[in-house]
Antibody
């Protein structure tokens, strides 16, 4: 059974930092493209970033470029999202997802990030 | 404002069919065959229902089908059931922009 478990969310002040983690099991993590998708309260889904299986390629949505960094540790089946210079508009549930064939095949349960003073 | 345009709501009675549209541009929906649809219940994670425009993952009922014409993709739910009441999101690969989603459609089973 595929499982993705996120952690690291919480309350942070504007301008602060937070590091999210996601641990995968039940599939070959080291062969999978991995993605972060977020959902602001009461809003729709927004793709945030993704990373190639070997970590050599990374892509970001424009609104987080220069502030967020996606990374992975294949030895630990873990995916990370380092979030710096956080803004109120970054408040959302952050999901990690395994990419299948050009889709988001499996999703974690999400972790809530709240940016507020 | 989402990159892809979906109607905010749709509805139908049990047993009926309902179609949800997803309109983009030639740089996303119209330019690639990588359109997918996701079902989301309140407080839950999204679930993949359709990928590559019209393919169904194992376990998804064949009542769910997808299609695309030009810059507009569609999800059709036939034989509506109470458990189909949920939010539905379309997504498309968008090249250098990465991935884009629609704003979501709340499907109500009357």
């Amino acid at each position: 059974e595929v499982q993705l478990v996120e952690s690291g969310g919480g309350l942070v002040q504007p301008g602060g930092s937070l590091r999210l983690s996601c641990v995968g099991s039940g599939f070959t993590f080291s062969s999978s493209w991995m993605t972060w998708v977020r959902q602001a309260p009461g809003k729709g889904l927004e793709w945030v970033a993704d990373i190639k299986p070997d970590g050599s390629e990374k892509s970001y949505v424009d609104s987080v470029k220069g502030r967020f960094t996606i990374s992975r540790d294949n030895a630990k089946n873990s995916l990370h999202l380092q979030m710096n210079s956080l803004r109120v508009e970054d408040t959302a549930v952050y999901y990690c997802a395994r990419q299948g064939d050009w889709n988001f095949e499996w999703w974690g349960q999400g972790t809530l990030v709240t940016v507020s003073s | 404002q989402s990159a892809l345009t979906q109607p905010p709501s749709a509805s139908g009675s049990p047993g009926q069919s309902v179609t949800i549209s997803c309109t983009g541009t030639s740089s996303d929906v119209g330019g690639y065959k990588y359109v997918s649809w996701y079902q989301q219940y309140p407080g839950k994670a999204p679930k993949l229902m359709i990928y590559e425009v019209s393919k169904r993952p194992s376990g998804v009922p064949d009542r769910f089908s997808g299609s695309k014409s030009g810059n507009t993709a569609s999800l059709t739910v036939s034989g509506l059931q109470a458990e189909d009441e949920a939010d539905y999101y379309c997504s498309s690969y968008a090249g250098s922009r990465g991935w884009v989603f629609g704003g979501g459609t709340k499907l109500t089973v009357l």
